[in-house]
């Protein structure tokens, strides 16, 4: 692989005298899918915005590739119902973008007949396609989801995760996610970090999966789903209704 | 023209709510309404430090606002209780700033005339620094405005789209504290902050973009202001006060035509 698009070394990130990350070394490259999952409180979000550059590290670096280009999914938007935005001037946010570049960001998210409406009246499932489709309009090398699914039903995540990997596929970007949500997400990832303040182990998601510490912290319950769940990117592909169907056995199987 | 006493005011009037309207959705958008409050009441201190110097009365203002808007901004970064911290420096202000010109001993102050304006004493020389300073508010307003409402929506996406939030949060200080300075004299310090919020919450339900709503915003200011001072002529009240007076009935209807409309307001 070239040189990582993004590379932490040593990084620590303190809130007051908190620290929510001790001495984390991360990279990802060119078109790479790296899941981050982690308990509550583990420091997951804050990476992320360690990455985005709005987090300052205690020690530690992160070096960026020289242009790089970040297309960013935040969890939600702090809207303020006084603040009337449609979806169309909301895409065009902070760079103007033309009408058939908007239109098509939308129909690439899969949300083509939304953009008069209002952002604050947006569903949640929606408005996660909107925020994807404002990223890609920034025309990434590296996009950035947080808790991108948070608001959605698991055959929602699954879709929406599905999304992910076309886009992938179509534009070569890499993709950083950032979860609990485990069932879905590690099939779609080529590495998956295990973090709780500290990377407790990383790798395929496989061997994620059997490592003693995930399973110390998420229990021994997932890991049944996450062999259900697992499949090819590169080789063939489920039919979307096989797979949608196997996605509500897991989230029994799991439960 | 200008020798007319009640063209200035006017003029005066219509300069400060052209700035106040736009910087004033900012306001509203962001939650900042006790910050702006904090900032305009620190003025009659900057009043106190330009007579006690001798300085030219915006340039006093100016620097003092600044100071205690930066100030403010330093300390809410640190601590949780933001709400709590701008009770104490917006009352805090205001009374060191009494207190401070009380103290000069060479002139019996009208402080009134700082509390609540005293539009009709507006000079030909005020009216410039008034316009000045409205149209310095604008072009800043202008010029950072996909920044400010990028920031607005939360500082990781502005940050993953290469903008500097905490550079906006000052543009916005600038501006408000320039707004504090340019407005004291049309309606004092203690009600700087209606004018910044009351005509955008009024634009509001009838607004689908953010420039809309700014547009908006900026007519039912210039109405209010206008309004304000006529209906001071005709009342002989002060004209401060009738200006926000006219506002807030500019508002009250808004909110009557919003829900009869069925908006959210």
């Known amino acids: ?255 | 023209m200008l020798d007319d006493f009640l063209t200035r005011a006017a003029l005066a009037a219509v300069g400060v709510a052209l700035a106040a309207a736009p910087l004033g959705c900012f306001v509203v958008w962001r939650r900042l309404a006790y910050f702006s409050d904090a900032t305009s009441h620190a003025a009659i201190l900057g009043v106190a430090l330009s007579l006690a110097l001798s300085l030219p009365l915006a340039l006093g203002v100016l620097a003092v606002c600044l100071i205690a808007a930066l100030t403010v901004a330093a300390l809410s970064g640190r601590s949780q209780a933001t709400d709590t911290l701008l009770g104490v420096v917006a009352h805090s202000a205001l009374a060191v700033g009494l207190v401070a010109v009380s103290f000069l001993p060479q002139v019996r102050v009208d402080l009134q005339s700082y509390l609540f304006g005293d539009i009709l004493a507006v000079s030909r020389y005020d009216l410039g620094m008034i316009w000045g300073g409205a149209a310095l508010v604008v072009a800043l307003v202008v010029w950072r405005w996909s920044a400010l409402l990028t920031t607005t929506l939360g500082p990781e996406l502005a940050h993953a789209a290469g903008l500097h939030p905490a550079r906006e949060r000052l543009v916005l200080t600038m501006a408000l504290a320039l707004v504090v300075a340019v407005a004291i004299q049309v309606v004092g310090a203690l009600l700087i902050g209606a004018l910044l919020v009351i005509p955008a919450a009024a634009a509001r339900p009838f607004a689908r973009t953010p420039e809309g709503m700014a547009a908006l915003a900026t007519g039912l200011a210039v109405l209010a202001a206008l309004g304000g001072l006529y209906g001071s002529l005709w009342t002989d009240a002060p004209t401060g006060p009738a200006i926000v007076c006219v506002a807030a009935l500019l508002y009250a209807l808004s909110r009557l035509a919003g829900r009869f409309a069925g908006n959210r307001g």
Do not use: W
């Open chain 1, 1 to 255: 692989m070239s040189r990582p698009l993004i590379e932490a070394k040593g990084l620590s990130v303190r809130y007051g005298g908190a620290t929510a990350l001790s001495d984390v070394d991360f990279s990802i490259g060119r078109g790479e899918i790296v899941t981050v999952v982690g308990p509550n409180g583990s420091g997951k979000s804050t990476l992320l915005r360690a990455i985005v550059g709005s987090e300052r590290p205690f020690a530690g670096r992160i070096t960026r590739a020289p242009g790089l280009r970040l297309g960013y999914v935040p969890q939600r938007l702090a809207i303020d119902p006084t603040l009337p935005l449609t979806v169309r001037r909301f895409l065009g946010l902070p760079r103007r973008t033309s009408a058939a570049a908007a239109q098509e960001a939308l129909e690439r998210a899969g949300v083509p007949d939304i953009s008069t409406r209002q952002v604050a009246g947006l569903s949640g499932g929606q408005l996660q396609r909107v925020l994807l489709a404002r990223a890609l309009l920034a025309e990434p090398d590296l996009l950035l989801l947080d808790e991108a699914t948070a608001g959605l039903d698991q055959p929602g995540a699954a879709a929406f995760y599905r999304r992910i990997e076309d886009l992938r596929a179509e534009t070569g970007c890499a993709v950083l996610m950032v979860s609990h949500d485990l069932h879905v997400v590690m099939s779609a990832s080529d590495r998956v970090i295990c973090l709780n303040g500290h990377i407790c182990c990383e790798g395929t998601p496989e061997v994620v999966a059997e490592a003693p510490d995930y399973r110390r912290l998420f229990g021994e319950g997932t890991q049944g789903a996450l062999a259900l769940y697992r499949h090819e990117h590169r080789g063939h592909r489920h039919d979307p209704g096989h797979h949608h169907h196997h996605h509500h056995d897991d989230a029994r199987a799991a439960g």
